[in-house]
């Protein structure tokens, strides 16, 4: 008499656990479904494969990690003596480290190592393109770092940027031009070293303020995220980027006025090559001189900020009879915003949300679908904000902690 009874239990169990069990799977898949619905909207290449995973985990672990390391490379600095001391030109009134950079780099490499991992069969076909990024930044990490702690020639800074260029334009990262003939290769070649010159040097020069740099290039590089996310030739742009990105975030953590760590020239070099780099990486092509055009107007409204404050500082710097690139000086845009009374916070500020718009119109001009430029301008000022709340709370607390004499690190 047990005995059907006893079967009868355990069909009644199995069916239940097979019940639970369709219902998680629906419940899978109806995520999964939805999460692919919304990138196709968005215009993302493949959105039914796992690509687009890596991408969001490589933009986390390189968050996380240049979060966790600017502290121990904060304190490291000061110990060391790696920090720019207070004089007439800055605004800092204490040792401020300058080391940011190193984390930078570390943080971003972390990041793709793990990728590569997570990926490995699609990572091998943009490898090529992803070392010589990360081999040319190198060059201009160590460059800017040695530059930050003895100082370097100005014309030798200009040689390693000019071979980390020409690195590139050599592996097949450069704006392709396909008129002018037999002069074709060398007009892209030249415009190439152009492009990153211009912006290398640019992302630095703007390195004056608290969180500006960082934030700038935070901005760019999600613009350029989302339109590289689009097409699968730009597989190894939307890595780097999505790295970049992360990395710019976790260091605005520390760096958003009032700053702990800056990036120094090594950071700044690095963030401006890179950004450079991956804007023209993939398959950015000019079949004629009229789509050039296009072409600069689309790069010129994503890097609007850093090249417009370039610009007029060397415009000034040349009528003053003085060179541009070893004359140091109070005449760039965040000094005019200061010298009208704004804080570095507000100034900081004012500048991003300049960049923001430039680069949302960049995003219009390129002719992404209006879902594209408005999920990415949330996405930017959410995680901006995010990231001021974090060490604004962080500031109250160092505050009062002081006030109570607890020791701070």
Not at 105 to 133: E, P
Request: charged share 10%.
């Amino acid at each position: 008499m047990s005995l059907p009874h006893n079967d009868g239990t355990m069909l009644t169990c199995t069916s239940a656990q097979a019940a639970r069990s369709i219902s998680r799977t629906d419940l899978y898949y109806g995520v999964f479904g939805f999460i692919s619905d919304f990138l196709h909207k968005l215009g993302i290449a493949a959105p039914g494969d796992w690509g687009w995973v890596t991408v969001v985990v490589t933009f986390l672990i390189a968050g996380l990690a240049a979060w966790q390391f600017m502290p121990r490379v904060r304190l490291y600095s000061l110990r060391v003596g790696w920090a720019d001391e207070p004089n007439p030109r800055r605004l800092n009134r204490e040792p401020l480290p300058n080391a940011g950079g190193l984390a930078i780099f570390a943080s971003v490499i972390v990041a793709l190592v793990i990728a590569t991992l997570l990926r490995r069969i699609v990572i091998q076909d943009v490898q090529v393109q992803i070392l010589a990024i990360l081999l040319g930044g190198s060059f201009l990490i160590m460059a800017g770092f040695i530059d930050d702690q003895f100082g370097l020639p100005p014309v030798f800074r200009l040689l390693v940027q000019l071979v980390a260029a020409l690195l590139l334009a050599g592996v097949g990262i450069r704006i392709e031009v396909t008129f002018g003939g037999s002069l074709a290769v060398v007009l892209s070649i030249i415009l190439t070293v152009i492009w990153i010159m211009a912006v290398t040097n640019a992302i630095n020069l703007l390195d004056g303020v608290d969180g500006l740099a960082g934030g700038v290039s935070f901005i760019t590089a999600m613009s350029l995220l989302a339109v590289s996310a689009q097409d699968q030739a730009k597989a190894a742009a939307t890595l780097v980027l999505a790295a970049l990105a992360g990395a710019a975030l976790g260091f605005l953590r520390h760096n958003f006025p009032p700053s702990r760590i800056i990036m120094g020239d090594s950071g700044a070099y690095f963030f401006g090559f890179v950004l450079s780099a991956s804007s023209i990486l993939g398959s950015l092509k000019i079949t004629t001189i009229f789509s050039l055009f296009p072409t600069v107007f689309f790069l010129l409204l994503a890097f609007a900020v850093p090249l417009a404050d370039t610009v007029q500082v060397v415009f000034r710097r040349l009528i003053r009879r003085k060179n541009p690139l070893s004359t140091p000086g109070r005449d760039h845009l965040h000094h005019g915003l200061l010298a009208r009374g704004l804080s570095q916070t507000r100034t900081t500020l004012i500048l991003w949300g300049v960049t923001l718009l430039a680069n949302l119109v960049a995003l219009v001009v390129q002719g992404m679908a209006a879902a594209v430029v408005v999920s990415t301008g949330v996405g930017i000022v959410v995680l901006l904000s995010f990231i001021v709340w974090l060490r604004r709370r962080a500031l109250r607390k160092a505050v009062q902690s002081a006030q109570q004499g607890q020791p701070q690190l």
